[in-house]
């Protein structure tokens, strides 16, 4: 449509031209009247020809002003077509009896730019009344749904202490299926009801949608980083980004797509451990910063506590906007990112926990680079170098083909097994 629009303006123009050309040369081609020339009744003569084909061309040049119009309105279409509107991302609150709930809700309201953009919906469990009254006085501000099943779940005996982790498996996979299904989104952030959010948070997610979209290798994009306290991240570098094979959770996008993959085969129960383990993450890996865009305020909770006290509030949460759609992010494609970072990683001097701790010989920022071989030498060093030590389905927390990157006393360490590496291996967890 565009190229038969576009071939009629530049024949109009054509014609346009030709037909100046041959007015020209009719006139200028005359031949004398008959011995003495009339020479005032052929200048008016002349002149009223001239007036006629002015007006002509007038006609001629109104109709390829309109097909112009025309065209550029198709031009419009077509550019729109390929664009297409902004995708609505919608962020999935995950709540339960926590009246604390206001806390994430107040930050997510405040920091959304739109709510046509970003609707928010919380998806209450436990029937808990005041939880529900809080969520309700936000009013159109949310949108608020309650899981209709509150029974407890049969379970093991031995399991009977667990049964708030299968009440939580059975409540995600409800409050998923009502985002992709009852309200037919395409794609959602979920965050749970003791989360607060960083500035740029929705920044964040609208500008890593396309590479979680384009890039098969990935199957999430998450706003946290489990290494992500103060002593163990350079502030300088808010806009830093990674691969990680590990699942981070806590503030995470997920795809329709990966969902209907997902879902048919939920757990019922340790849902973020399930999703760990290498039938689910098949090889891809998520995106995570250095860092993080949520911090958890929540030490109660069905994990009482586990990993709070030691680790999770001293994460550090961003405060500068950064404006992550205006940057180039291809460099965490897949193809773009390994081969730059196994190179950084293995060129990176390989030096002795001993060295770092005691610093005296290194000179610079680094980075430089500490060997593990085993996975009790991987536990030793990270609990020394300050890092997360557990393994689950042997992959360490913020790994990337084994490596974890962090700061240490100001230099950049990366923890890493031997070059060549190949798999993780499932007997370390």
């Known amino acids: 449509m565009v190229r038969k629009k576009s071939s009629f303006i530049l024949c109009g123009a054509f014609l346009f031209v030709a037909w100046n050309a041959l007015l020209l040369l009719y006139l200028w081609g005359r031949p004398p009247m008959g011995g003495q020339v009339n020479l005032a009744g052929e200048v008016i ?26 065209w550029r309105s198709v031009a419009t279409v077509a550019a729109a077509s390929v664009s297409g509107p902004q995708v609505i991302i919608p962020i999935l609150v ?20 739109s709510q046509e953009l970003y609707p928010i919906i919380v998806s209450q469990d436990c029937g808990h009344a005041e939880t529900a009254r809080v969520i309700g006085s936000y009013g159109e501000k949310v949108t608020h749904i309650s899981q209709p099943d509150l029974s407890d779940i049969r379970v093991r005996p031995e399991h009977r202490k667990f049964q708030g982790y299968y009440k939580i498996a059975r409540h995600y996979r409800w409050a998923l299926n009502q985002v992709f299904h009852t309200f037919s989104q395409s794609t959602v952030v979920i965050v749970e009801d003791d989360l607060e959010v960083a500035p740029d948070f ?17 199957w999430c994009v998450s706003a946290w980083n489990d290494n992500g306290r103060d002593a163990l991240v350079d502030s300088s570098k808010a806009d830093l980004l990674y691969r990680t094979d590990f699942f981070p959770g806590l503030g995470w996008m997920l795809l329709k797509e990966m969902w209907d993959e997902l879902e048919p085969k939920w757990p019922s129960a340790f ?3 399930w999703m760990r383990q290498p039938e689910q993450r098949n090889g891809r890996s998520c995106i995570r910063p250095e860092i993080s865009r949520t911090i958890t305020f929540g030490r109660k909770g069905v994990s009482l506590g586990q990993f709070f006290d030691q680790y999770l ?6 405060t500068e ?9 291809s460099y965490l494609l897949k193809e773009k990112y ?27 920022p680094g980075p430089y680079r500490v060997q593990y071989s085993t ?18 389905s042997g992959v360490p927390r913020t790994g990337y083909r084994g490596v974890v990157n962090f700061l240490y006393r100001g230099r950049r360490v990366f923890l890493a097994p031997p070059e060549g590496w190949s798999q993780y291996d499932t007997s370390w967890s």
Not at 57 to 65: A, D, P, S, Y
Not at 96 to 112: A, E, F
Request: hydrophobic share 40%; glycine share 4%.
């Open 45 to 70: 003569r002349l002149a009223e020809e001239v007036e006629i084909q002015l007006d002509t061309q007038k006609k001629l040049l109104k109709q390829i002003e309109s097909h112009r119009a025309v």
């Open 375 to 392: 996975r009790d030498s991987f536990k030793v060093f990270a609990r020394n170098l300050g890092v997360m030590d557990d393994l689950k």
């Open 321 to 329: 906007f950064v404006p992550f759609t205006k940057l180039d992010l």
């Open 94 to 113: 995950i709540a339960c009896d926590r009246v604390t709930v206001k806390r994430s809700l107040d930050k997510l309201i405040q920091y959304r730019p």
């Open 313 to 318: 509030r001293y994460i550090k949460l961003n």
């Open 338 to 364: 390994e081969e730059k970072f196994i190179k950084e990683v293995y060129s990176a001097p390989l030096v002795k926990i001993e060295d770092l701790q005691q610093g005296g010989s290194l000179r610079g």
């Open 202 to 218: 929705f920044e964040y997610f609208r500008a890593l949608y396309p590479i979680l979209r384009s890039d098969p290798t990935l």
């Open 271 to 273: 849902w973020d451990d």
